[in-house]
Structure formats: structure tokens, C-alpha cells
């Protein structure tokens, strides 16, 4: 059996707030990525919930949070619809991330449906 490793490294200032995290995925060919922030979720099959780390750097602007957010709820939506066939809802969350874009203004010269 293969086994692959992903490592993330997070500097902290003296209050504990990220500085710097960095990532490494040596089977994928990344060594110490600079990030500016990371959601990572993980599902506890045994106690049925997830559990998350949500970290972003002091560094990171309010525009960019907008943007990532934006594109992982996207993200989300593609892998929901993969993971549970779900068309209908995958189609319910595609629009409100459309919403979302349009409320943020992070697309332009969008016609109204």
C-alpha cells in the first residue's frame, strides 16, 4: 500500500496569529508553496461531524478572503455533485455562489435570470 503525505507549516507571531503557512505535497511534485490561507475539513466517520482548521495569514486582504471563499464554495459544489449525484442541489449551490460573486461584485456584466 502507497502512502502519500501532506505537510503544512505555520509560522506564528508572538499572539499566535499566522504569519506564514507553507505547504508541501512531495508526490505532487510542491515543496514549501507559500499560502495565504487554508480550509481544510475532515469527517469523523465514528462521532459523524466534521472538523476544521481555518487559518489565513495578518497579511492576507479582505478582497482576496472574498475571492478564495468564492472559489471554494465553487469548488465545494463540484466535488458535492461528484460525491452524491445530486444535480438538483449542486444546482441550487451553483446559484447562490453566483449570488455570492454578484453581492461581492466579483463578476462583472452579469444578466439577472
Avoid at 507549516?9 to 503557512?21: F, G
Avoid at 480550509?39 to 476544521?52: F, G, H, P, T, Y
Avoid at 459544489?77 to 449570488?99: L, P
Wanted: aromatic share 8%; with cysteine.
Amino acid at each position: 500500500m502507497k502512502e502519500s503525505e501532506i505537510k503544512i507549516k505555520i509560522s506564528l507571531d508572538e499572539n499566535k496569529v499566522p504569519e506564514q503557512i507553507y505547504w508541501t505535497a512531495e508526490d505532487a511534485g510542491e515543496v514549501n508553496q507559500k499560502s495565504e490561507a487554508i480550509l481544510i475539513s475532515l469527517w469523523d466517520a465514528e462521532k459523524q461531524n466534521s472538523l476544521r482548521i481555518d487559518l489565513w495569514t495578518k497579511e492576507m486582504k479582505v478582497d482576496e478572503m472574498k475571492t478564495f471563499f468564492h472559489q471554494t464554495l465553487t469548488a465545494m459544489t463540484d466535488t458535492f455533485e461528484r460525491a452524491t449525484g445530486d444535480e438538483k442541489m449542486a444546482g441550487d449551490m451553483r446559484r447562490f455562489c453566483q449570488y455570492f460573486a454578484e453581492e461581492l461584485k466579483l463578476v462583472k456584466d452579469i444578466k439577472k435570470k
